[in-house]
């Protein structure tokens, strides 16, 4: 349901901005694992608001503490509960936004679902939800790199209208990404979207954009057939996330425009067992992995909160002019990477688990 | 797991290519309702092979045949068992194909995972799968129109390089779709993707495309916050069909480019309730619908098997030429259409029911 | 959900007295098994109806078709369909009966849930769906006996008043079981059992009884902590059984008479590993298997449709005289001896293919 | 999976014993239903060890706090984030315990699953995880009341061979059951029971023990056929807790002796609607509630852990003697009352969810 994610690698979180805190259980972690709250903690410093001048504001500190499940930094087996603290547990003024559904928010929809809504608006819409998936996939990604060497790495392909060339994904590494703020290994392109986001800023509006993810060293085999093909747990992961607007995988949507004899990727025998020469597959045929390194793109759209005037209505229909005070990030996609990495990870650690059945 | 798909309505689906049968048995269909094997048979017949000259020369009848859950003509609440007979039920002959894996293809993949592969090659990555899909969706087509007068209509917007313009989404309907043999309702690029396909055809090959889907009357307040957001779910629906490589819902990849001044959809009185001026969202907003048009694409690549000759390696990595004898489809879009219209039923009859536990 | 049991060995069932057949979906068999329709068979000839003088006097043959999933008499790891048709698919007469809620059946209860009912009364609550059970169980034997050497054996230990005395746990075989038709492998026992059943026969009545069911060479490690214990999923399964009112484990009722100093189960080397002296565990600690013996015991009511008159009221509440007429079984519990055994079949079954997640 | 329940109103649990702390995530619960920390504390207080002579010395104050989910005093719809700290958090010593596996404890069992366990011996196996049930129970409850008018009462019916007469299940009330402090509202019996316990304590033993409870007010309609019935998951719920060993419905074993003349339940107008005579069905026919008070029996074993002297082996197989030292219960059922309260409601409130989808 709803809050949990994965069926043996399995995540439910808690948790929404004006509240004590927000969290996880992440059930079915191997036991005897070696784990503590730092290895955790370098991901949620890679996602929290604040580390740059592109982003929100707002600095928050997001400590995660470990409340089960872990002991003489091993992990037992049994769930492991995370939680990180909401600084600010005020519940918002009742004031005008109440009245007001934000465009492009999930104040309206939730109130349509709820007959209620958190003061912060669409309570589990907001992004502090992330951070109990960040968690969670920050242990995924131990298990998946100590078991079988699973790398995982995003990085921003484009913010607005400026793209990034292809970067070489056998290469491509956190660090190479976090060498700008911007988090696009390519100097260039990097220096034009770092650009574009202080315009948006300071035209008080926000604007989209596209990361790229590259799963290295998955072994063939994992995806199950039917419903739970690999890139479907993949996209439904990925368009769980919010402002998401689409995935596509290896080829992706151009290769809907090419020929089979073009699309197709040949077998060749790479390092004694069977390779494919490209790889417009993304790694994964007939919802399997196949050996070669799975990727695939997300789409996120503009921020919907700005600062910008909106002319809209409030739930009663009366025309009003919306301006959003405060702060907010003009473009989420440099902190979405490592919550991509994570729900990547998520949806892997499951099917490593789950192939394991087959003994 | 694997074969199942959804909570409350619920589809299993069983069989591959050369067994005697497929099927599924759908859990959760709401008693009560008048159900006839005719309701189901109208999307089959949409769905089956040789149709008309663009697809396969293999006639299928697919006659779904209703096991349970049905008496008198109306629905018990009990689970429905559908089953559609194979007519071809030999296992394939064991020779050439078994030794190469086909390129772009399930072969290779299955037999990572499983240590043996159907004679079909990659059992359930088979079309003939969707079948059971089709059936299923049928279903709760019924259900969501009987019960919310939800609309649902897919159609080809693009093949190859061919893109079809814009439709107006509220007047779009399946009568409008199923004019062309190619079910784009715009007759120029209709005529334009059907040269496609044979000249394709003619060269052995396969091409891509796209479809596009919108589900009109969908009520406020359907999908789950976080991991079950109404898009989620769908992503999920549409990756877990063979040959589909991306998903995009409202704006989409192009809405990754804009400024969320322009992107945001301000609210607007709409016959005596909230609704939106523009609908960039896709009808979804915070993973909940608003009540507009839910609209998505999703992308197909170019069928695996074409009678174009390849140059790839068998399982020992011998090299080999291969070239596909016998019938296949150039472009899967068209008898897709009714594919993604019932996983789209399948994730709204679900959503629907789930809703409906908040009284 | 409902007609779902099980995470990665997971059965879905569907079927009722009066359609065309009962049958299953059998998804998480492992791969390269050998499988044909005669393994299956076996169990249920030892459900069917019929098979002598102590039930009722329908005799239905109950054939299985293996409808996918098995190719060449191995299974391909693709979900198994399962099918048994029904004689008889006239729905039943809309007279008497359907006016008057049979006490103790699912009659009342059926229309109060769904607004509607089967006419065989409570569709699903037949015992026509344990077939579909049955049928899945036997393929987890088998899984269970190849890979582990699981042995399950299902007997009866009292009917009405007659009680057997304790049977040896390690020696008991199906062989001896099937040694009387009332399945009670004591000699002395068994006489009196059969006594009864015909008395009560006779006496247009019907009596209930205890089954109790061993699991031999159950590996130390199977069952989840917390909410699937291995007893937690046990008792599930056998309380989804029809006329089943009781589950004990290992001491059951009686161990909550005693001391802890007399009711532990103290450690001993058994060949090379620890096992306990005594096992009033059953075979299970903290909710995981421990290497001991998995042992159980069900209660059913007596049936309740009896030829006996039984004073009661209609729907509209007016008091009516009612005697069943026609074809009951006087005690369910000698056939039932197979449905138990295959329901402990599904959990085992489970369990290992879990475990197998932790490497 | 292992550390969730229920599919609609779902909690997942964390924490063992020395961790630094239990708790829960409660989804699906109601929007706009009022609660507060002390609807949840009450129980939680009943619960806690060192409420009285009875128990073990431990004094655990076990303070629940809502970590998120509720806004001014109000259920937002999202998950609620439960946690109750520890107070002890030192894992145990490694000496003599981590050497000897207790008999009939889950030391050796989670060694064997995990190949490691928490110093606490079997982690997840510890009653401490109780409290996250009884925290997410009363949630329930409360919706169950409110909604519904549902009230469940639960009380000590036999501690080892002392049994307290039938109680009058339509007038026993929370204020009758905790009228002493071995919770048994019949006030000759509690006083043997009180004398049994004191006993076995003054002999370093413990014992075992039976829990009725009945559930008043549960609408007819709840309970899914085949495999979720009602009894099924109540079954799976109670032998899901520690030290359970038996589940009776009804009649349960006693009616397994009996004829169907005699157990069959006939129907009778009550109040304008069909209730029965007699209710030896316990509420449920064909798993399904009937609107007659469910009631059923849980047996549960005395403690393992005594003082009394234990001849058994350590895990090398040497011969050693074991008796426990420091603070137990020697008898669990006075405070399992609202544990098996708890377990109840969850699988209630689950099932009333559930059963809103059929509109």
């Known amino acids: 349901m709803s809050s949990s994610f994965g069926t043996l690698f399995k995540v439910t979180t808690f948790g929404e901005s004006h509240c004590p805190g927000v969290g996880a259980i992440v059930d079915g972690v191997p036991p005897r694992m070696a784990l503590t709250a730092e290895d955790i ?34 992990t037992l087996g049994s769930p492991i509960g995370l939680m990180v603290k909401n600084k600010d547990q005020r519940p918002g003024d009742y004031g005008t936004m109440s009245q007001i559904p934000r465009p492009s928010h999930a104040d309206y929809t939730y109130r ?38 699973v790398e995982i790495v995003s990085w921003v392909s484009s913010v607005g209208h400026v793209d990034a060339p292809q970067v070489d994904m056998e290469q491509i590494s956190r660090e190479l990404v976090d060498g700008s703020d911007v988090r696009c290994p390519d100097a260039a392109a990097a220096k034009l979207m770092t650009d574009e986001i202080l315009a948006v800023r300071e035209a008080k509006d926000s604007v989209g954009g596209v990361l790229s993810c590259v799963c290295r060293n998955v072994p063939a085999g994992w995806g199950e057939p039917a419903f739970d093909r690999l890139e479907a747990l993949m996209a439904h992961a990925m368009l769980s996330l919010p402002a998401s607007k689409g995935f596509e995988i290896g080829s992706g949507f151009e290769g809907a425009r090419q020929r089979g004899s073009v699309h197709n990727d040949p077998y060749v025998m790479k390092n004694g067992r069977l390779g494919t ?38 739930y009663d229909g009366n025309p009003v002019t919306l301006a959003a005070k405060g702060r907010h990030d003009p473009c989420v996609v440099p902190r979405a990477v490592p919550i991509v990495e994570s729900m990547a990870a998520l949806v892997l650690a499951d099917l490593a688990l789950i192939q394991r059945m087959r003994g």
Chains 1, 2, 3, 4 share one sequence.
């Open 41 to 74: 903690q370098v991901q949620l410093d890679r996602r929290r608001p604040g580390q740059n001048k592109l982003g929100t504001d707002r600095n928050e500190a997001d400590q995660v503490v470990i409340l089960s499940g872990v002991e003489f930094g091993k």
């Open 277 to 314: 020469v490209s790889n417009r597959s993304g790694g994964v045929q007939g919802g399997i992995s196949n050996g070669e390194p799975v990727y695939f793109r997300v789409a996120f759209k503009p921020t919907a909160t700005i600062g910008h005037e909106q002319a809209t209505v409030d």
């Open 112 to 149: 349509a679902k709820y007959g209620t809504h958190a003061s912060s608006g669409g309570g589990r819409a907001s992004a502090r939800e992330t951070i109990a998936r960040v968690a969670a996939g920050a242990i995924a990604e131990k298990f998946l790199f100590e078991e079988y060497g």
